[in-house]
């Protein structure tokens, strides 16, 4: 039989409009394929169908799958479509077929027999671990205030490698509910937005925006410098352990933490 590839966008939109289209087919699912982007080799007599993100079809495969599956393993799904991984398409599409047409059901996330299953469930606890990580290495700074409305806003810069700004902005509109803050992740050019006692939102970096142009106010820089300071002095210069710092905090964070710039 002919095998059928569902060539997807790179979001969790265009998964789900993938995972929809491929049980329309009504053509079984073991000849049927979810791949995100396109490939440089393309097999041979296989058939390929570009899919476009369709916000209706989302809602109704999320609808579906909190429903029937409960909102533990939704969120799994959600975290593992989240990866940078690309096979991660076919491996939530599988394991949502293991768990709606192979009868797993609620308990699909412990079938770790199945191969797909088991890779979901790899890249959902990657995404998680990275999620959990940036909400302890995190750091805001104040930008200057506008001039036109004198409020100021809390900035801060990531460079997570899984698209984790819609799992870690919950955790800070919690804790800063009254405060304006965004968080911009820059590997995908993403801002997570919290206007003060509002809702968050997420919208991509216009062409225009250059991080550069972003000034601090004047107590955040006092602030930093302080606090620069005080990394520096109260470590004990005969205890210094890099290795064990590196593997406590990678490169890929302390490159964002104030406290580990360098400032001539």
Known sequence: MEEKYLICEDSLEGIFTGIYEAYALREGHEHV??????EENL??????????????KTDKVAETLKRRLGESVYHALCRAAASCHMDKGEAVYKTVVDALTAGS?????????????????????FTANEAHLETEFL???????????GQ????????????????????FADRLSIENFM???????????HPAREMWYLVSAGEDFALQELTWSETEERYQELFRAFHKTIGIKSRENKA????????????????FEQKG
């Open 33 to 38: 394929h979810i791949q995100i982007g396109e």
């Open 43 to 56: 097999r041979l007599f296989a058939h390929y169908m570009h899919i476009s993100p369709d916000p209706v």
């Open 105 to 125: 059901g609620r308990r699909v996330m412990e079938n770790l027999r199945n191969p797909y299953v088991a890779r979901c469930f790899e890249l959902a606890r």
């Open 139 to 149: 750091r805001f700074q104040e930008l200057a205030p506008d001039e036109a409305s």
């Open 152 to 171: 100021s806003v809390l900035f801060s810069r990531i460079g997570p490698k899984n698209n984790v700004v819609p799992f870690v902005m919950p955790h």
């Open 183 to 193: 968080i911009y992740d820059e590997n995908r050019g993403l801002f997570g937005v």
């Open 244 to 259: 064990l710092q590196r593997q406590m905090c990678a490169y890929r964070y302390q490159d964002y933490m104030v406290e």
